[in-house]
């Protein structure tokens, strides 16, 4: 099995981080989030130095929706990282996990008035979605007496090879000013008094496991930056959005692009034209799913094994925690705890405690014997995973647990009864 340095197998136990899965259940009960820190900073760094020992300005922005933890943004804020924002929860937490304005994009295709003068507040730089946007933004940002930096989003059309709902450079997607319109847009923001066009945005989607639609988009953009700069844009920064994927595949070689090879891919068309028009942009990325998937483990304990039509595995979680396998078909690789590494003896399907058939978490896989009272893990669920879950079905949500340095601790405790009522009210008719 193919597993990165902070999961271990030993005796057919696996461990994160150095601590034992069993011990951490144990501790904390199931199911559980299990995060290795170390392990996010490593990628971090490794992606960051990539690209700055091919490109002088470079800033790596962690897109905060693959894992919102204020303790992950914290620990990446630490290392310089800023973020790419998509609401004013995100915005408010990367600034108080430390981050500064100055190293935050506010994106988002749909902005409230209240969202649009949060951001002029804060001073962050905005990243414009429609013609509309911009003029709302002009205004109130004229009203505060302050001038907001602005990146138009382009939508770059290009077609990406992933799930059709993780494409979002695709023509047909809702991100993005057309690319054939968003010269109009720099002319109308360059007239603008409450704006000022510093930089050029776009991301094309989502575990993306090729370099050539990135190295196309770099392509698209640098065509832009030319126009913009004969319009007399001046470019602060070209920021290319994120989506580089991971390996979900363990078993088997799954091929996936280092960042070096994406470095290798975007950074060319950017350099060419930067020199070529005798400007000094910085280089904005937008990593999220590659700084955090592999860091984190969701265990699971069997409650039953049934045989029907299929060997179904019941375990303590579904979609109410994990909902990419149900949202987006998505694979995980998952270890069963005591016996990892054992030949595979029956085909198992896994499937969650919620009232829903789509309730699946991985189908039809060879896995060595599993019974009821086992621990599971399901490996690579650090982004998208505990930030997309609910309490469908009134399941109090689970905890989050953080390692470092061999040292385990809470970096969210598990939702109780009390916290699903804690925001219903009773109507007054109803009291009495
Ligand atoms: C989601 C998103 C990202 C991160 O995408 P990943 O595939 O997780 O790297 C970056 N930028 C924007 C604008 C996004 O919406």
Redesign the pocket.
């Known amino acids: 099995m193919n597993l990165p340095p902070h999961l271990t197998i030993r005796e057919g136990q696996l461990a994160i981080g150095g601590i034992d899965c069993a011990t951490l259940a144990t501790r904390y009960g199931t199911p559980l989030y299990v995060t290795d820190q170390d392990r996010i900073v490593s990628l971090f760094r490794s992606f960051r130095d990539e690209l700055s020992s091919r490109y002088p300005k470079v800033k790596v922005l962690y897109?905060a929706?693959?894992n919102g933890n204020l303790a992950i943004l914290r620990a990446l804020a630490r290392e310089g990282a800023g973020a790419?924002v998509?609401s004013p929860g995100e915005l408010r937490l990367a600034l108080s996990a430390g981050m500064a304005p100055g190293d935050l994009l506010f994106?988002g295709s749909s902005k409230s008035t209240d969202d649009l003068s949060l951001a002029v507040e804060s001073g962050v730089t905005v990243?414009v979605d429609s013609f509309d946007e911009l003029r709302q933004l002009d205004r109130i940002s004229q009203k505060k007496g302050k001038e907001t930096k602005i990146a138009f989003?382009v939508n770059p059309a290009i077609d990406v090879p992933t799930h059709r709902k993780?494409a979002?450079g695709l023509a047909t997607s809702k991100?993005g000013i057309p690319h054939d319109r968003i010269r109009d847009a720099y002319r109308e923001a360059l007239a603008c008094r409450g704006v000022k066009p510093v930089g050029i945005?776009c991301?094309i989607?989502?575990?993306?496991l090729a370099t050539e639609p990135f190295a196309q988009t770099a392509r698209v953009m640098a065509e832009i930056v030319r126009d913009l700069v004969r319009m007399g844009v001046t470019l602060e920064f070209i920021d290319l959005?994120?989506?580089?994927?991971i390996p979900y595949h363990h078993y088997e070689e799954e091929r996936a692009p280092t960042p070096a090879d994406y470095a290798s891919a975007i950074i060319p068309p950017i350099r060419d034209v930067s020199a070529e028009l005798g400007i000094n942009p910085a280089l904005w990325v937008?990593?999220?799913?590659?700084l955090v998937a592999d860091s984190t483990i969701l265990l699971v304990r069997v409650n039953s094994v049934k045989k029907a039509h299929k060997n179904f595995v019941n375990v303590d979680a579904g979609f109410n925690l994990l909902i990419r396998p149900a949202m987006y078909d998505s694979y995980h690789e998952v270890v069963v705890n005591g016996r990892a590494g054992m030949l595979p003896s029956e085909t198992y399907t896994i499937t969650g405690p919620i009232c829903e058939s789509g309730d699946i978490l991985a189908s039809d896989r060879r896995l060595p014997p599993i019974g009821a009272g086992d621990l599971l893990a399901i490996l690579d669920t650090g982004?998208?995973g505990f930030c997309m879950s609910s309490q469908y079905n009134c399941r109090p949500r689970c905890a989050e647990v953080l390692i470092h340095g061999g040292e385990a601790a809470l970096m969210r405790r598990a939702e109780t009864i009390e916290d699903l009522t804690a925001t219903m009210q009773i109507p007054p008719w109803q009291k009495e």
Do not use: M, V
């Open positions: 897109a929706k693959a790419d998509f994106n990243s989003r993780i979002t991100f945005h991301h989607g989502s575990q993306i959005g994120g989506g580089l994927g937008e990593p999220g799913r590659y982004a998208y």
